[in-house]
């Protein structure tokens, strides 16, 4: 082949591929329907045709020693190296060894030089059915990066497997991500020897782990249907479940829970092994610690020693009268009037009183003393060992060990509450039980304190826990308890309440195991208590203490219609008349019907047996009760009563108890009597007759209820259960006071009362007919029966289309292709969902009237008012509208005698995504005019448009199942209904 031939062929070759590209794009772009399907394969035909002539050049042909492998050529090769014509498959595609600028193996269009064409803005690239296979043999299966084809174990390139067509991410991913993802599930399966296997588990994992988009949700694939989209659990579910797992300790409600005796029954002991804390933890919280805040002028006894920084007050009289403080100093002195200084530390104050007047009395005749301690002196003393606060602390000289401890915060966690040592030097003074201050209130801490002393806690020594029925349930520390009766002692006892038949123990073998521990006590009193005394305790113990059963094995009950329900005493031989005496027991009106429910042993399973009250009042029926019985006695209206019902003109219309004798009469007087507006000559009857148990015959009749109330006893009849009684209407009530609305551009807008039977033509008469501007072809009649109507159809259309799939129709098409159809019918159905929530429902009547009232009066077109009518006068339009699928949807100037066409042509023309084929007009009275298929009705391009007019353009369905098609259609007809009545409102 010649350079020229070869020069010619190339950019024969460009030029088809740029054309035949961009035909794919802009088909892709605007979706596929089967007319678009059906023009691309006829295109494709012919660019097949022209491309022949442009490659081949004339009068020669291809010989056996062309080269196959040239980037040139587009075609694909035989085994014998001969050129073959493309395929329809491959002449869409890119060529598979054709390299788009530096990128190998990039999925990308290419461009008509050679650069690659990225996706516009906001544009998913799907390729159509012939795009599926496009990347050939040569191409590098396992070792190019950004491939996405999965590959075979032969290399060959394969179209993708189904985990790798799934549909896209939501709005706000790209296709970046996905490519990414299948380069790394490529890069991870190229050496396995399953390849197909591997990237399916690779695709299905790192769908697993993506996060979902648009707040979480996330849709199935549809080639992975049988899998529901919520199978991943997240770590909230997952905890719930293993929460749920955990063993249940409430027990589940009986159906028959509402018995006393079975709730009773099934009221469960709580179990025990709560934390408990310990015995007299709680009685040190509160101290300060603060030696300020102590009290330091505390009464003190003449037993007291005094001592350096003691304040005393000394009262004189007799010879002298004086009254003189003094403080004894480091000395132990003090120093007295005319006296001189006096030793009195170490003395009581007994002996200092003494002391000081036999010292006065040789200054002063007839002198008497008298003293007292003014303020008392501290000592300094350090509390040590396991205490809130260890250190040295000045309390008074009154203090005892345990107000040292309580200022130092008490022992902690693990101090000792049984052992307090006071020390006096290396002496040791006393061991304290701080038990027999908390449990008995006596303390045994009579040695004050004196400067130097200290207070030793040690660490704590054994420990008991003792839960369940006692008093003080707490963990208790042991010094010397070695029973458990000792133990149960220190808990306070055992409540009444508790059972001492099985005593559990929990206990540890120390630096062993854990075991359990049962003592089983007997019946008698003194055994059971020598048994006590003599089981040992130990350290680490739990002794659980036993909640006796809870319900009561003695009681019967009654409950129901009866003046005192409730619990009373069995006793044996009890009958039904112990429990019931008399009809002074029971409520007025009793039914005749009662039951007893017995639990029956030894499951205490619920048996209901039935008894008629008055046999077993006066004795016929008496039968002996049981423990656990109940006894239910129901009124006379609660088991099938017998009612009848009164409906129409009364005040208080229902159903009403039955009474012996009541008449049609006296049900109206129970009803409250007639309303203004009830018909009062006859009322109606309806009764029914059960024929031979078998079925059910109705019968109605008339009753002269006026008479009937003026006491004509022959017109009353009496009532049987399930009469119902009618009371009509007056004939022409309900119109009293009906109006209809006119507004807009009539003379006299407002609201207007109307007779029955009146006219259109009528009211706008009274209204003053209508003013210059108005335009009444467009006029608008709402009615709210008609609304209701529209409604219903709406919110019917909007449970169809979210119960019914958009669907892609079946047929050839490649996975990719089918996965970018179904994202675009699902848009599709959520917009159309949208709109229809939107645009409430119009109750409009299409009429047809003119400026010329006379014209059309008392015609089909001047229709008769109802009550709530609202009609709107709009102003002459002056523009047509244009909606739906166009370039520019836009109000567009009237001009007379121009069409559809014309008007179409100024907004633009319809877009890619609008359906020619279906476009329709909507005129302003409300009528519709649709195109259609046939010969005939394609006029409607050539049809003169009105003011007020509106074109619209619908959305093509493309791809989608017929079903789909039709509902989708109805659905936008229904949403652009509204769009005439917007517009003249709004005019």
Same mark, same amino acid.
């Given at each position: 082949?010649?350079?020229?031939?070869?020069?010619?062929?190339?950019?024969?070759?460009?030029?088809?591929?740029?054309?035949?590209?961009?035909?794919?794009?802009?088909?892709?772009?605007?979706?596929?329907?089967?007319?678009?399907?059906?023009?691309?394969?006829?295109?494709?035909?012919?660019?097949?045709?022209?491309?022949?002539?442009?490659?081949?050049?004339?009068?020669?042909?291809?010989?056996?020693?062309?080269?196959?492998?040239?980037?040139?050529?587009?075609?694909?090769?035989?085994?014998?190296?001969?050129?073959? %014509? =493309?395929? /329809?498959?491959? *002449? !869409?595609? &890119?060529?598979?060894? +054709?390299? #788009?600028?530096?990128? @190998? $193996?990039?999925?990308?269009?290419?461009?008509?030089?050679?650069?690659?064409?990225?996706?516009?803005?906001?544009?998913?690239? %799907? =390729?159509? /059915?012939?795009? *599926? !296979?496009? &990347?050939?043999?040569? +191409?590098? #299966?396992?070792?190019? @990066? $950004?491939?996405?084809?999965?590959?075979?174990?032969?290399?060959?390139?394969?179209?993708?497997?189904?985990?790798?067509?799934?549909?896209?991410?939501?709005?706000? *991913?790209?296709?970046?991500?996905?490519?990414?993802?299948?380069?790394?599930?490529?890069?991870?399966?190229?050496?396995?020897?399953?390849?197909?296997?591997?990237?399916?588990?690779?695709?299905?994992?790192?769908?697993?782990?993506?996060?979902?988009?648009?707040?979480?949700?996330?849709?199935?694939?549809?080639?992975?249907?049988?899998?529901?989209?919520?199978?991943?659990?997240?770590?909230?579910?997952?905890?719930?479940?293993?929460?749920?797992?955990?063993?249940?300790?409430?027990?589940?409600?009986?159906?028959?829970?509402?018995?006393?005796?079975?709730?009773?029954?099934?009221?469960?002991?709580?179990?025990?092994?709560?934390?408990?804390?310990?015995?007299?933890?709680?009685?040190?919280?509160?101290?300060?610690?603060?030696?300020?805040?102590?009290?330091?002028?505390?009464?003190?006894?003449?037993?007291?020693?005094?001592?350096?920084?003691?304040?005393?007050?000394?009262?004189?009289?007799?010879?002298?009268?004086?009254?003189?403080?003094?403080?004894?100093?480091?000395?132990?002195?003090?120093?007295?009037?005319?006296?001189?200084?006096?030793?009195?530390?170490?003395?009581?104050?007994?002996?200092?009183?003494?002391?000081?007047?036999?010292?006065?009395?040789?200054?002063?005749?007839?002198?008497?003393?008298?003293?007292?301690?003014?303020?008392?002196?501290?000592?300094?003393?350090?509390?040590?060992?396991?205490?809130?606060?260890?250190?040295?602390?000045?309390?008074?000289?009154?203090?005892?060990?345990?107000?040292?401890?309580?200022?130092?915060?008490?022992?902690?966690?693990?101090?000792?509450?049984?052992?307090?040592?006071?020390?006096?030097?290396?002496?040791?003074?006393?061991?304290?039980?701080?038990?027999?201050?908390?449990?008995?209130?006596?303390?045994?801490?009579?040695?004050?304190?004196?400067?130097?002393?200290?207070?030793?806690?040690?660490?704590?020594?054994?420990?008991?826990?003792?839960?369940?029925?006692?008093?003080?349930?707490?963990?208790?520390?042991?010094?010397?308890?070695?029973?458990?009766?000792?133990?149960?002692?220190?808990?306070?006892?055992?409540?009444?309440?508790?059972?001492?038949?099985?005593?559990?123990?929990?206990?540890?073998?120390?630096?062993?195991?854990?075991?359990?521990?049962?003592?089983?006590?007997?019946?008698?009193?003194?055994?059971?208590?020598?048994?006590?005394?003599?089981?040992?305790?130990?350290?680490?113990?739990?002794?659980?203490?036993?909640?006796?059963?809870?319900?009561?094995?003695?009681?019967?009950?009654?409950?129901?219609?009866?003046?005192?329900?409730?619990?009373?005493?069995?006793?044996?031989?009890?009958?039904?008349?112990?429990?019931?005496?008399?009809?002074?027991?029971?409520?007025?009106?009793?039914?005749?019907?009662?039951?007893?429910?017995?639990?029956?042993?030894?499951?205490?399973?619920?048996?209901?047996?039935?008894?008629?009250?008055?046999?077993?009042?006066?004795?016929?029926?008496?039968?002996?009760?049981?423990?656990?019985?109940?006894?239910?006695?129901?009124?006379?209206?609660?088991?099938?009563?017998?009612?009848?019902?009164?409906?129409?003109?009364?005040?208080?219309?229902?159903?009403?108890?039955?009474?012996?004798?009541?008449?049609?009469?006296?049900?109206?007087?129970?009803?409250?009597?007639?309303?203004?507006?009830?018909?009062?000559?006859?009322?109606?009857?309806?009764?029914?007759?059960?024929?031979?148990?078998?079925?059910?015959?109705?019968?109605?009749?008339?009753?002269?209820?006026?008479?009937?109330?003026?006491?004509?006893?022959?017109?009353?009849?009496?009532?049987?259960?399930?009469?119902?009684?009618?009371?009509?209407?007056?004939?022409?009530?309900?119109?009293?006071?009906?109006?209809?609305?006119?507004?807009?551009?009539?003379?006299?807008?407002?609201?207007?009362?109307?007779?029955?039977?009146?006219?259109?033509?009528?009211?706008?008469?009274?209204?003053?007919?209508?003013?210059?501007?108005?335009?009444?072809?467009?006029?608008?009649?709402?009615?709210?029966?008609?609304?209701?109507?529209?409604?219903?159809?709406?919110?019917?259309?909007?449970?169809?289309?979210?119960?019914?799939?958009?669907?892609?129709?079946?047929?050839?098409?490649?996975?990719?292709?089918?996965?970018?159809?179904?994202?675009?019918?699902?848009?599709?159905?959520?917009?159309?969902?949208?709109?229809?929530?939107?645009?409430?429902?119009?109750?409009?009547?299409?009429?047809?009237?003119?400026?010329?009232?006379?014209?059309?009066?008392?015609?089909?077109?001047?229709?008769?008012?109802?009550?709530?009518?609202?009609?709107?006068?709009?102003?002459?339009?002056?523009?047509?509208?244009?909606?739906?699928?166009?370039?520019?949807?836009?109000?567009?100037?009237?001009?007379?005698?121009?069409?559809?066409?014309?008007?179409?042509?100024?907004?633009?023309?319809?877009?890619?995504?609008?359906?020619?084929?279906?476009?329709?007009?909507?005129?302003?009275?409300?009528?519709?005019?649709?195109?259609?298929?046939?010969?005939?009705?394609?006029?409607?391009?050539?049809?003169?448009?009105?003011?007020?007019?509106?074109?619209?353009?619908?959305?093509?369905?493309?791809?989608?199942?017929?079903?789909?098609?039709?509902?989708?259609?109805?659905?936008?007809?229904?949403?652009?209904?509204?769009?005439?009545?917007?517009?003249?409102?709004?005019?």
């Amino acid at each position: 082949m010649s350079s020229e031939e070869q020069t010619e062929t190339s950019e024969g070759i460009e030029v088809c591929n740029v054309n035949t590209l961009d035909y794919i794009r802009r088909m892709t772009k605007s979706g596929l329907g089967w007319s678009r399907i059906r023009d691309f394969w006829f295109a494709l035909g012919l660019a097949v045709l022209i491309c022949g002539f442009l490659v081949v050049p004339r009068g020669s042909a291809q010989g056996t020693d062309q080269n196959c492998g040239t980037g040139a050529s587009t075609e694909t090769c035989a085994p014998n190296g001969e050129a073959q %014509a =493309p395929s /329809a498959e491959d *002449s !869409g595609g &890119q060529r598979a060894d +054709q390299s #788009c600028g530096s990128d @190998e $193996g990039s999925t990308e269009p290419c461009g008509p030089n050679g650069e690659a064409e990225a996706p516009s803005a906001g544009e998913v690239h %799907a =390729p159509t /059915a012939g795009d *599926s !296979g496009a &990347q050939g043999e040569g +191409q590098k #299966c396992s070792g190019d @990066e $950004g491939t996405t084809e999965a590959c075979t174990p032969s290399d060959e390139a394969q179209t993708p497997t189904a985990p790798n067509s799934g549909p896209a991410a939501e709005s706000g *991913s790209s296709e970046t991500e996905q490519s990414s993802e299948a380069e790394s599930c490529i890069q991870e399966c190229g050496e396995s020897s399953d390849t197909e296997s591997c990237l399916r588990t690779c695709a299905q994992s790192r769908e697993a782990k993506a996060p979902a988009k648009n707040g979480g949700a996330q849709q199935p694939s549809p080639n992975r249907r049988g899998q529901a989209a919520g199978a991943r659990e997240k770590p909230e579910a997952q905890g719930a479940q293993n929460r749920q797992s955990e063993p249940q300790e409430i027990q589940q409600q009986s159906p028959y829970k509402n018995l006393p005796s079975l709730h009773d029954l099934y009221t469960q002991i709580p179990a025990t092994g709560g934390k408990l804390q310990r015995f007299g933890s709680n009685a040190f919280i509160v101290g300060t610690g603060n030696a300020n805040e102590l009290p330091m002028d505390l009464p003190v006894g003449p037993d007291y020693v005094l001592g350096p920084g003691d304040s005393l007050i000394v009262n004189m009289w007799g010879g002298q009268s004086d009254r003189v403080n003094r403080t004894i100093d480091r000395q132990g002195e003090i120093e007295l009037p005319e006296a001189g200084t006096i030793m009195i530390s170490g003395m009581t104050i007994t002996q200092a009183q003494s002391s000081i007047q036999q010292a006065l009395s040789t200054q002063f005749n007839n002198e008497h003393v008298e003293i007292s301690l003014g303020r008392l002196r501290t000592v300094r003393v350090y509390v040590v060992g396991d205490v809130e606060r260890p250190g040295a602390y000045d309390v008074s000289s009154l203090s005892t060990p345990l107000s040292a401890l309580y200022a130092a915060g008490g022992p902690t966690s693990r101090g000792s509450l049984r052992i307090l040592r006071h020390y006096r030097g290396n002496q040791l003074v006393r061991e304290i039980d701080l038990y027999d201050f908390l449990l008995k209130g006596v303390r045994s801490d009579v040695e004050r304190l004196l400067p130097g002393d200290t207070l030793l806690v040690p660490t704590v020594g054994p420990q008991v826990t003792v839960e369940g029925m006692v008093h003080r349930p707490a963990i208790y520390e042991l010094n010397g308890e070695k029973t458990l009766n000792q133990v149960i002692d220190l808990a306070g006892g055992v409540l009444r309440t508790a059972s001492l038949k099985q005593i559990n123990v929990a206990r540890i073998v120390a630096q062993e195991r854990r075991t359990m521990v049962g003592l089983q006590l007997p019946d008698d009193p003194s055994e059971a208590a020598k048994e006590l005394a003599d089981f040992p305790v130990q350290g680490g113990d739990d002794v659980v203490i036993s909640q006796i059963l809870p319900y009561n094995e003695g009681a019967v009950y009654l409950e129901g219609h009866v003046y005192r329900p409730g619990k009373y005493s069995y006793k044996d031989g009890m009958t039904i008349n112990d429990l019931l005496h008399s009809y002074q027991d029971l409520l007025p009106e009793p039914s005749d019907h009662a039951e007893l429910i017995r639990l029956q042993p030894p499951d205490f399973r619920p048996e209901i047996i039935n008894f008629d009250l008055r046999d077993a009042l006066i004795g016929n029926d008496s039968f002996s009760l049981e423990p656990f019985d109940l006894v239910h006695v129901y009124g006379r209206y609660d088991i099938d009563p017998p009612m009848v019902s009164i409906k129409g003109e009364v005040l208080h219309p229902g159903t009403y108890p039955m009474s012996e004798g009541m008449t049609v009469a006296g049900l109206v007087s129970m009803a409250g009597g007639f309303t203004r507006s009830a018909y009062r000559d006859e009322a109606g009857l309806s009764s029914y007759v059960v024929q031979n148990g078998q079925k059910v015959l109705v019968t109605h009749s008339t009753v002269a209820i006026e008479k009937a109330l003026d006491g004509d006893k022959s017109a009353d009849v009496t009532l049987k259960p399930g009469d119902v009684v009618s009371i009509q209407q007056l004939a022409g009530w309900q119109d009293i006071g009906s109006t209809v609305m006119i507004r807009g551009e009539v003379e006299h807008a407002g609201s207007y009362a109307i007779q029955t039977g009146e006219r259109l033509s009528s009211v706008l008469k009274r209204a003053g007919g209508f003013r210059e501007d108005a335009y009444p072809p467009a006029a608008v009649l709402e009615r709210s029966q008609v609304r209701q109507l529209a409604e219903q159809a709406r919110q019917q259309m909007i449970r169809q289309i979210e119960d019914t799939p958009a669907q892609v129709r079946p047929g050839a098409l490649g996975a990719q292709t089918t996965t970018s159809i179904q994202q675009s019918l699902e848009a599709q159905r959520q917009e159309i969902l949208a709109s229809l929530r939107s645009h409430p429902a119009s109750g409009r009547l299409i009429i047809n009237i003119s400026s010329d009232i006379s014209r059309w009066e008392n015609t089909p077109e001047d229709i008769e008012l109802r009550a709530g009518d609202n009609l709107f006068i709009p102003k002459r339009p002056n523009f047509v509208v244009v909606s739906g699928q166009v370039y520019n949807p836009a109000a567009i100037s009237y001009v007379p005698g121009r069409d559809l066409t014309w008007y179409l042509r100024k907004a633009g023309g319809a877009t890619p995504a609008g359906d020619r084929k279906q476009i329709y007009v909507l005129h302003a009275d409300g009528s519709v005019v649709p195109r259609g298929d046939s010969w005939v009705s394609n006029n409607l391009m050539n049809l003169r448009m009105r003011p007020g007019d509106t074109i619209f353009v619908p959305e093509r369905i493309a791809g989608a199942s017929t079903v789909w098609q039709n509902i989708a259609a109805v659905a936008q007809a229904m949403a652009a209904a509204a769009l005439p009545i917007a517009i003249a409102e709004a005019y």
